[in-house]
């Protein structure tokens, strides 16, 4: 953002935090430097700013000061600006702290620190280095995290193509998302199917390409009551394990995938062992089994093989 238009818009906050009442856009222009005086280059250069301030979470009130108003007005409610009292004990600053440390290389990095600075500005002390000897991560390395996680945050449909665990060739799939989450390392969402009109979760590995918003901001409900974190745990508990995997791993390595394993004994070829396991997401499982490097063979079945050799040849690449 530039100079320019920070001073702008910091003058327009605080020219409608200091007025009881509703301003016109005319009046606005008046009194907040760094406007043009051409009528429309002003208009959408307030209508950009409305935005901006609204995505900021500025609470910005329209209404008028009277019934024989015939111009919308504009103004900033301090009760609903201002932070209330904020009273926590020290233990939950901490907590607050090591959870912007668990944001720092993810999506809502920014949301944190911005959660953290008004902490700040109220007077309590919340640093994000209070417990040097823990180093949580949470990394959301799926493209589809993003725009799945703005859709929920404005309450917007959306569409993307899915690769169900099974099925030869993606679907498309149309959400009402409720809420993104992560459950054993693994992001989903989960919402309400539009074209089954059934409450369903997705996991953000298998969606296939651009996540596509389908509808204005506000147009998605979350029923009273639903926790998506449930919802979520509910589902991965009852997901079957689709398929297995035979894998041709090395003596005494591949440790993470011999504890998954139905079966694990040795195999002809001498210093390498047979490991059966289960497993229902292709890409996800291929990318953990290239993780082990010459470690680890697929030998069955061929699209597992298959998707390892192309994460390997990738990373050789």
């Not at 651009?210 to 029923?223: E, K, N």
């Not at 063979?297 to 990738?314: C, N, Q, Y």
Request: net charge neutral.
């Amino acid at each position: 953002m530039s100079k320019q238009k920070t001073e702008r818009l910091l003058s327009l906050v605080v020219c409608l935090l200091s007025s009881r009442r509703y301003l016109t856009a005319w009046q606005i222009r008046d009194a907040v430097p760094g406007y043009p005086d051409t009528p429309e280059a002003f208009k959408r250069m307030f209508e950009r700013d409305k935005d901006e301030l609204r995505e900021l979470g500025i609470p910005l009130e329209t209404g008028v000061n009277s019934v024989t108003d015939e111009e919308t007005g504009y103004r900033i409610s301090r009760q609903a600006y201002e932070l209330p009292e904020i009273a926590l004990e020290p233990a939950e600053a901490a907590v607050l702290g090591l959870a912007a440390r668990v944001w720092q290389r993810a999506e809502l990095a920014g949301a944190a620190a911005g959660g953290l600075l008004k902490l700040r500005a109220a007077g309590v002390e919340a640093e994000e280095v209070s417990q040097p000897g823990i180093e949580p991560r949470l990394q959301t390395g799926e493209a589809a995290f993003g725009p799945l996680w703005r859709a929920v945050r404005d309450r917007r449909p959306v569409s993307f193509s899915y690769q169900a665990a099974g099925r030869a060739a993606a679907q498309r799939r149309n959400l009402e998302p409720w809420g993104v989450v992560n459950r054993h390392g693994r992001w989903y969402v989960a919402g309400l199917d539009s074209d089954r009109g059934e409450e369903r979760v997705f996991r953000l590995s298998r969606i296939d390409g651009p996540v596509t918003v389908t509808g204005p901001p506000g147009s998605v409900t979350v029923p009273d009551g639903v926790s998506v974190r449930d919802t979520v745990r509910a589902w991965d508990a009852s997901a079957p394990a689709v398929r297995d995997a035979v894998l041709r791993v090395r003596e005494g390595a591949g440790h993470g995938l011999r504890r998954r394993a139905s079966s694990d004994r040795a195999a002809p070829e001498p210093g390498w062992d047979l490991v059966r396991a289960p497993f229902s997401d292709v890409a996800w499982y291929a990318d953990y089994i290239a993780s082990f490097g010459a470690d680890a063979v697929v030998l069955e079945p061929v699209d597992l093989r298959d998707a390892v050799i192309r994460r390997l040849k990738g990373a050789l690449a």
